[in-house]
């Protein structure tokens, strides 16, 4: 009886395995064609400052996917795929052009954009692409964007699995003008002294830390922490996943630097993030702040 239960929940086990790799291969099959396709778009999340007044101060751009049957596919789950097969070196490519254009066309507009920065991400198999500072140096003469305009986002992870090789990589991206910041803090095993070494300028606190602020005194000690560290190392602070008053004002209460989230806005179509942009020039720079509508 036993045996036989043992053998049906192993036949459900391999099941669901070849279930999940069929779906996965599929997935593999879709992506490849998917840039050719045009089924990629870019949204673009605000990131404000929590000194004064939620002011704008640039965005992050986040890539989605249309599938043609499938709807809207999250990122969490074709990067992964995309890492692994590699297609994420051309995907990354197609997403830093695009965001560089979308700022380069918005500092056409307004005089107002010219002071915004352009966060986006670079997975790690884009970090270790050898052609990598190359190909940013590229877009950059071929969109006209000024390197100070750009900030590139590396997960911890990415940045110390192969750290001796990552601070030369980090001092030849610094050395183009733009900014650097690492991603999703936190979530990897980087110690205070091994941090040091890289030429960062922003550490974005993950927001699995920003939830579990208020969840208890140790919740808000970590954080705390984090931002005391990231400034002993002469690092700005970006909290990510702000999804509540309560939550900006324990950050502001810790002098983080700068907010990103729920509270102030969702990533937004290219349109409506111009849009933000447009109402951020028009509010006053202090005063109260907070959600703008768009949560
Ligand atoms: P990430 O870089 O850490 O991006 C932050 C994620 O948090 C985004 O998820 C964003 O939509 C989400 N988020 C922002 N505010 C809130 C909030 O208040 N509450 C909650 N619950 N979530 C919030 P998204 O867009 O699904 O992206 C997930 C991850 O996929 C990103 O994490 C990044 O690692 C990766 N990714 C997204 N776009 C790109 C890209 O263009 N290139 C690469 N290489 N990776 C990307
Ligand atoms: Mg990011
Ligand atoms: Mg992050
Ligand atoms: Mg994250």
């Not at 979308?102 to 997975?123: G, H, I, K, Q």
Request: proline fraction near 5%; aromatic fraction near 6%.
């Amino acid at each position: 009886q036993a045996k036989k239960a043992g053998r049906n929940r192993f036949k459900a086990f391999t099941q669901a395995m070849l279930e999940r790799a069929s779906r996965l291969l599929v997935l593999e099959t879709d992506l490849r064609g998917a840039i050719s396709r045009g089924e990629f778009f870019l949204v673009y999340q605000p990131i404000v400052r929590l000194d004064n007044a939620a002011a704008l101060h640039g965005f992050e751009a986040l890539i989605r996917w249309r599938h043609p049957q499938n709807g809207l596919i999250s990122p969490g789950e074709f990067i992964p795929v995309a890492e692994e097969s590699g297609l994420i070196v051309d995907i990354g490519l197609m997403v830093l052009r695009e965001a560089c254009q979308t700022l380069m066309s918005w500092r056409a507009d307004s005089p107002y954009a010219r002071e915004l920065v352009m966060s986006v991400n670079l997975s790690p198999r884009q970090f270790s692409d050898p052609t990598l500072v190359e190909d940013v140096k590229t877009v950059l003469a071929e969109t006209g964007l000024p390197p100070q305009a750009l900030k590139l986002e590396i997960t911890e992870t990415a940045i110390m699995d192969n750290a001796t090789s990552a601070v030369d990589k980090l001092r030849r991206l610094k050395s183009l003008g733009m900014a650097l910041s690492i991603d999703d803090f936190g979530t990897g095993y980087s110690s205070m002294s091994s941090l040091q070494q890289f030429p960062l300028d922003t550490l974005k606190i993950d927001l699995s830390f920003v939830q579990r602020m208020e969840t208890g005194p140790e919740g808000l000690e970590i954080v705390k922490a984090i931002i005391s560290l990231a400034h002993s190392l002469q690092l700005q602070v970006i909290a990510e996943g702000v999804e509540r008053e309560v939550q900006r004002d324990l950050l502001r209460g810790l002098a983080c630097e700068y907010a990103q989230g729920y509270l102030y806005a969702r990533p937004l179509p290219t349109q409506e993030a111009w849009e933000y942009m447009r109402r951020s020039l028009n509010r006053p720079t202090s005063g109260n702040d907070g959600n703008n509508g768009n949560g």
